[in-house]
């Protein structure tokens, strides 16, 4: 009997040694915890109930997958069809970015003006996480730091001192740990495209970490040539400064801005000699370029901070006002051309409506006004000029079609503040109702070109100025309740982010600039004692408020309330 049980022993033994444990397969949406314990996840959010409930550390989540599914498909396909003769390397979220590649990454940047890549080693990825996050970088953060005015190049160039600079490295690290902590919360909790609550925009410790490290390798980095340390000290400067944008430390982010403007303007004024051996002639190229495209991109977020910021003066704004527009020729060369003219005339547009806004206000200047209406009537007449000259050389393309009904809103936005400008004049919007009737329709075809070139309706963020600025003061200023009504759909739609606007507390405050102006008028036009004159709010990010003050047309005195955002 006992020769019996050890033999159905040893025969269970051997069943079980023949037949090992089944593993699930590695979950790719769960937590972290659960993918390395290869068990199926439950999803739940904030942190999930199988590794609270087990006593488990909790991992978090790795929104990649989730994130990127809509986004990086479409690029993939773009890549492949343009780069099919170049095979390039496409980085995968699982795989080290490639070190062993130095002739495929120098084909990759010959248009950076830098003649020989391989000696600038790439620089390894210490942690998987690094890994996820400049994979994230590469195909969604750098994507939309220009979105609105696209340029490879600049991608390129980011991209590429990414991956070679070590201060680089980890604010473009932080900023797009910060971004995806951003898009994930909002995507994956909000429904409708409404923000659970303004404080979920702050990065977690992950990105402040990196964000810290930066600045460290940033004091400590070596001076010996300094037009090298300067064009990188601007680099990492434009890149914080969208990182404290995306975190809501708005305050934070304009003294980045206001310190980029400087040093740029330094460097500008300070020609690197050409005698300099310090460095050889591929570095000294790329320092050159690098330092050429940061120093614009800086120049576009500091012209366009005078949208929001009252107090602001864009640098060398005086002296750019007369960039001179090319009167000899009929047309502008290009939209790049078209769009540089047109930030500077917006510029100046909003520098006098800020002034006005001031107390005591200024003395009105009617010639600096008078110019700057002529200088915007030139510019629509060399604009259209172009596109007539360019045919239909530009349908089809979608990118191009975008920034040309932007440029176009921008413009007729621009040209009916300023020709309602002056005290007294809030009732003189009224007779501009053909042009707002036609921003709404650019607006539309704006929001319609963002939702497709972000892939849905998810949560968006850029550093530049777009459409959602536009959209508000479109509903201030036009008092006609249907366009108004047809203005906050397209802010309510989708929770686009731009620098320190977003749509929904725009819409939050036009709403209440609604509600005041619209109260006991029954449809009829609102008296010119009803109408809000002024507004301004400071964004409570922390408690998801908003503190408004505003002005009445004809009444002296501030008003100011709170505002829940929702």
């Given amino acids: 009997m006992e020769e019996i049980k050890n033999e159905n022993t040893k025969a269970a033994n051997q069943t079980w040694r023949r037949k090992p444990r089944q593993f699930a397969p590695k979950s790719r949406l769960g937590c972290k915890t659960c993918k390395i314990r290869r068990i ?16 488990r550390t909790y991992d978090g989540y790795s929104e990649v997958a989730l994130t990127l599914k809509t986004e990086i498909e479409p690029n993939h396909r773009h890549n492949e069809k343009a780069n099919a003769a170049e095979n390039w390397d496409v980085y995968h979220p699982c795989t080290t970015i490639s070190a062993y590649q130095p002739k495929s990454w120098h084909t990759k940047y010959t248009d950076l003006g830098l003649p020989d890549l391989r000696p600038l080693m790439i620089l390894p990825v210490t942690a998987p996480s690094q890994t996820e996050a400049m994979f994230f970088f590469e195909y969604i953060s750098i994507k939309h730091l220009d979105e609105y005015h696209p340029c490879e190049s600049w991608r390129k160039t980011l991209m590429l001192f990414s991956q070679t600079v070590p201060s680089v490295r980890y604010a473009a690290i932080a900023l797009a740990l910060a971004h995806r902590n951003y ?36 004091l400590n980095q070596q001076t010996g040539d300094s037009s090298e340390t300067a064009a990188i000290t601007l680099l990492v400067c434009y890149l914080f400064t969208c990182f404290d944008h995306l975190a809501g430390n708005y305050v934070q982010a304009m003294k980045h801005l206001r310190g980029g403007v400087e040093l740029s303007r330094d460097i500008i004024h300070k020609a690197i000699p050409d005698n300099d051996n310090t460095c050889g002639d591929a570095k000294l190229s790329g320092v050159r370029v690098l330092t050429s495209q940061v120093t614009r991109q800086i120049r576009r977020l500091d012209l366009q901070a005078v949208t929001f910021l009252v107090d602001w003066t864009p640098a060398d704004i005086q002296e750019t006002l007369m ?25 100046q547009v909003m520098r006098l409506r800020n002034t006005d806004q001031q107390t005591p206000p200024p003395p009105p200047c009617s010639s600096l006004m008078g110019i700057v209406l002529g200088q915007l009537e030139t510019w629509s007449s060399l604009f259209e000029n172009m596109l007539l000259l360019q045919g239909s050389s530009n349908e089809g393309d979608f990118e191009t079609y975008r920034l040309i009904s932007l440029l176009r809103l921008h413009h007729t936005i621009a040209w009916t503040l300023l020709s309602a400008y002056g005290p007294g004049r809030e009732m003189e919007y009224d007779r501009f109702l053909p042009q707002f009737q036609q921003c709404v329709a650019l607006a539309g075809d704006v929001a319609a070109a963002h939702e497709r070139y972000s892939g849905s309706l998810q949560p968006t963020f850029t550093p530049e100025i777009g459409i959602v600025p536009v959209l ?38 036009a709403e209440r ?36 003050r505003y002005t009445f047309c004809g009444r002296d005195g501030w008003h100011s309330e709170s505002l829940m955002i929702c």
């Avoid at 996840?41 to 006593?55: A, E, I, V």
């Fill in 40 to 55: 199926k996840c439950d999803l739940s959010r904030p942190s999930c109930l199988k590794c609270q409930y087990t006593g």
């Fill in 513 to 548: 600039v609604m509600e005041i102006e619209e109260a006991g008028t029954h449809g009829t036009d609102c008296s010119v004692w009803q109408r809000v004159k002024t507004m301004s709010w400071i964004h409570v990010v922390s408690a998801a408020r908003l503190d408004i």
């Fill in 472 to 509: 508000y003061i479109m509903v201030s200023k036009c008092r006609h309740p249907m366009l108004r009504r047809q203005v906050l759909r397209i802010l309510r739609r989708q929770l686009i982010r731009e620098a320190v606007w977003d749509s929904i507390s725009s819409a939050r405050v």
């Fill in 183 to 218: 898009l994930g919360r909002d995507s994956v909790d909000c429904g409708q495209h409404q923000p659970r609550s303004s404080k979920d925009w702050l990065p977690d410790q992950a990105a402040l970490l990196n964000y810290n490290r930066a600045i460290q390798l940033l």
């Fill in 323 to 347: 960039p001179q527009l090319p009167s000899s020729d009929i047309a502008f060369r290009s939209l790049d051309q078209a769009a540089d003219h047109l930030q500077v005339l917006v510029a």
